[in-house]
């Protein structure tokens, strides 16, 4: 049988690693990003790409039908795409909000709705795992829009995962700290501000996504069969322990 993967922000740092461990574990991956240059850039002319927006309602569906039409059923849904914000509530102006809102929330629920609906027409079982983040568990200063798109996001996983778990659909979400990829090149871009960053987990350093993209693969396999609806941190101990203070 083939297994099909379609994986989202693909032409990101997440995205890349995750194309490279889900092709070592045997899936066909069809890379989709809002622009073909960037996919190809990031993974070679051969690579096959879908150009849309997953962030709207028709992008999504065009996504899964492109897939389907040129490949066929995609059983399994990695979505990358997303944004990070570092910005305080009071100098988050409503444009940012809404592009963080649009880039995370949006994408999830329209891309994760679209792969459902194929997949039940279809009738045929899946699994899917979104991007969280740390700051959706716990409070982090100057985060407000992207902590509120990420709750968003993992209530969605939760709520979806209950749903279509009787037409074994699993959903599940992993929610990484900071990760070396271009989306903090620049809060980690010097050796401070990357030493600073490094220091706040009670593991000291920086996510790599190529840990990250292991247990994704891993959510999306047979291994994890009988487990939905949970979210996974890869957080170096952040948003569950307080180290001893010393
Ligand atoms: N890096 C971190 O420290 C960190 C920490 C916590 C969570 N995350 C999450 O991890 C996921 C992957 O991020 P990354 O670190 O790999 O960042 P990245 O390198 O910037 O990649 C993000 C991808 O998302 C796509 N994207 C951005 N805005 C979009 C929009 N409005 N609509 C549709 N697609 C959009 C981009 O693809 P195109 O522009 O090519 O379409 C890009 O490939 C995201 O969900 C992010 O929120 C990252």
């Given at each position: 049988m083939t297994t099909i993967a379609l994986l989202t922000g693909a032409s990101g740092g997440l995205g890349h690693a995750l194309a490279a461990e889900l092709r070592r574990e045997g899936w066909t991956?069809?890379?989709?990003?809002?622009?073909?240059e960037r996919l190809r850039a990031a993974h070679g002319s051969d690579?096959?790409?879908?150009?849309?927006?997953?962030?709207?309602?028709?992008?999504?569906?065009?996504?899964?039908?492109?897939?389907?039409?040129?490949?066929?059923?995609?059983?399994?849904?990695?979505?990358c795409a997303g944004t990070t914000l570092l910005a305080p509530l009071h100098r988050t102006t409503p444009e940012l909000y809404r592009n963080c809102l649009t880039a995370n929330l949006d994408s999830a629920f329209f891309m994760l709705g679209a792969f459902v609906d194929a997949l039940r027409e279809a009738r045929q079982p899946g699994a899917a795992v979104v991007v969280s983040s740390v700051v959706a568990r716990i409070g982090v200063a100057n985060h407000e829009a992207i902590a509120a798109a990420k709750a968003g996001v993992?209530?969605?996983?939760?709520?979806?995962?209950?749903?279509?778990?009787?037409?074994?659909?699993?959903?599940n979400?992993?929610?990484?700290?900071?990760?070396?990829?271009?989306?903090?090149?620049r809060i980690i871009g010097n050796e401070v501000s990357r030493a600073g960053a490094a220091r706040q987990y009670p593991l000291p350093g920086i996510g790599d996504p190529a840990d990250l993209a292991r247990l994704m693969a891993w959510l999306l396999s047979d291994r994890a069969g009988w487990i939905t609806?949970?979210?996974w941190a890869m957080d170096g101990g952040f948003s569950s322990i307080r180290p001893l203070v010393r």
């Open positions: 991956v069809i890379l989709v990003g809002r622009d073909l690579a096959p790409c879908i150009e849309t927006d997953v962030s709207t309602p028709e992008g999504a569906r065009v996504a899964v039908a492109q897939c389907q039409r040129a490949i066929g059923l995609p059983t399994a849904l990695a979505h993992e209530g969605l996983v939760r709520s979806a995962a209950a749903t279509y778990a009787p037409a074994r659909i699993r959903i979400a992993v929610a990484p700290g900071i990760m070396d990829t271009p989306a903090v090149a609806g949970q979210v």
